[in-house]
């Protein structure tokens, strides 16, 4: 079986292609080195992929059709797993026609190629953020979705509307997953867990938005890529597949509560300042992960501590 990820080289899409390696899997990866953050963190996520010879990698743009049809006319790709997007609440507000085109029309892009080949399944990376200010939790995949309040909320959003159109009108085999809050070795430098850890081993100040209530559904990385990979085993079983699912740990965490949780770890107390909570912001994430685990065999097995706690371990090797 060969899997195409795009996102390879990002924090989630490296530790997936190294299950899928590892799984016996060949893997195909795409990245284009979007400079959100330092290229050569994620150059270095891929090391240990590019050592093993059922890996093949190829920098580009999603949005570059004949880019990806070069790829797909010269492997047979029988499932794609797209989790290239351009990732960020607040920043999505900032810049939002380059989120715009890079989250749908990559998805879009990558869907209108798919649709010519002979295996047309695909595991779409939605977001928990597409549920918004939702008031009702946990949240369902069932529930309505009328609360985004962010552009990068909008543009998962149409992802998955799109998946659903192209499923109906070419018969994409599609799952959708929506991923909460993931934290590990490789995460992004600027989210909470990474610079909350980093902050408080160099005695760097950290900033605490609002009161500290705010809640999310930190998922250790692990247990995504585990969930990832049980999509692509039943989307290899299923024909006329469309599903969604959450993967989250469904277990909320508070700010204030994940900031005693750093300090335990780091062994340090966190010198912290106070600011408004910025927009787009939502006060709580909560995954019902009932359907993963009954269709996906999904079971999140680290919780925060432990996590942490190796999250921190690669930190001060890396750093």
Same mark, same amino acid.
């Given at each position: 079986?060969?899997? +195409?990820?795009?996102? &390879?080289?990002?924090?989630?899409? *490296?530790?997936?292609?190294?299950?899928?390696?590892?799984? =016996?899997? %060949?893997?195909?990866?795409?990245?284009?080195?979007?400079?959100?953050?330092?290229?050569? @963190?994620?150059?270095?996520?891929?090391?240990?992929?590019?050592?093993?010879?059922?890996?093949?990698?190829?920098? =580009?743009?999603?949005?570059?059709?004949?880019?990806?049809?070069?790829?797909?006319?010269?492997?047979?790709?029988?499932?794609?797993?797209? @989790?290239? &997007?351009? &990732?960020?609440?607040?920043?999505? @507000?900032?810049?939002?026609?380059?989120?715009?085109?890079? %989250?749908?029309? =990559?998805?879009?892009?990558?869907?209108?190629?798919?649709?010519?080949?002979?295996?047309?399944?695909?595991?779409?990376?939605?977001?928990? *953020?597409?549920?918004?200010?939702?008031?009702?939790?946990?949240? #369902?995949?069932?529930?309505?979705?009328?609360?985004?309040?962010?552009?990068?909320?909008?543009?998962?959003?149409?992802?998955? %509307?799109?998946?659903?159109?192209?499923?109906? +009108?070419?018969?994409?085999?599609?799952?959708?997953?929506?991923?909460?809050?993931?934290?590990?070795?490789?995460?992004?430098? /600027?989210? &909470?867990?990474?610079?909350?850890?980093? *902050? #408080?081993?160099?005695?760097?100040?950290?900033? +605490?938005?609002?009161?500290?209530?705010?809640?999310?559904?930190?998922?250790?990385?692990?247990?995504?890529?585990?969930?990832?990979?049980?999509?692509?085993?039943?989307?290899?079983?299923?024909?006329? #597949?469309?599903?969604?699912?959450?993967?989250?740990?469904?277990?909320?965490?508070? +700010?204030?509560?994940?900031?005693?949780?750093?300090?335990?770890?780091?062994?340090?107390?966190?010198?912290?300042?106070?600011?408004?909570?910025?927009?787009? /912001?939502?006060?709580?994430?909560?995954?019902?992960?009932?359907?993963?685990?009954?269709? @996906?065999?999904?079971?999140?097995?680290?919780?925060?501590?432990?996590?942490?706690?190796?999250?921190?371990?690669?930190?001060?090797?890396?750093?």
């Amino acid at each position: 079986m060969r899997v +195409l990820v795009t996102g &390879a080289a990002g924090f989630v899409g *490296s530790h997936l292609s190294e299950l899928a390696l590892e799984r =016996g899997l %060949n893997v195909v990866g795409i990245d284009n080195f979007d400079p959100f953050y330092d290229p050569s @963190l994620k150059k270095e996520n891929i090391e240990l992929a590019l050592e093993n010879d059922r890996y093949t990698f190829f920098e =580009g743009d999603l949005r570059d059709k004949k880019f990806l049809e070069s790829i797909y006319n010269k492997f047979q790709i029988d499932c794609t797993v797209h @989790l290239a &997007a351009k &990732a960020g609440v607040r920043p999505s @507000l900032q810049n939002p026609f380059e989120y715009i085109s890079s %989250n749908i029309e =990559g998805t879009v892009s990558i869907m209108e190629v798919i649709k010519t080949q002979a295996s047309k399944k695909l595991v779409f990376a939605s977001s928990s *953020s597409v549920y918004g200010q939702s008031i009702k939790i946990p949240f #369902c995949e069932s529930d309505p979705l009328s609360e985004a309040i962010s552009i990068y909320a909008a543009t998962k959003l149409s992802g998955e %509307n799109f998946t659903k159109m192209y499923h109906n +009108l070419y018969s994409l085999d599609v799952i959708n997953l929506r991923l909460f809050t993931v934290y590990g070795p490789r995460q992004r430098p /600027d989210l &909470a867990i990474s610079k909350f850890l980093s *902050s #408080c081993m160099k005695g760097e100040k950290i900033t +605490l938005f609002g009161d500290g209530s705010m809640q999310r559904d930190y998922t250790y990385v692990k247990d995504i890529v585990d969930g990832i990979f049980s999509a692509v085993e039943r989307l290899d079983l299923k024909k006329g #597949c469309y599903e969604i699912f959450n993967l989250g740990n469904s277990c909320p965490v508070s +700010l204030s509560h994940l900031i005693s949780a750093v300090e335990k770890t780091v062994g340090k107390k966190c010198i912290i300042e106070n600011k408004d909570v910025p927009q787009g /912001d939502v006060s709580i994430t909560y995954a019902n992960i009932e359907e993963a685990k009954k269709y @996906l065999n999904y079971e999140p097995k680290v919780n925060l501590m432990e996590g942490l706690q190796i999250f921190y371990n690669w930190m001060k090797i890396r750093y």
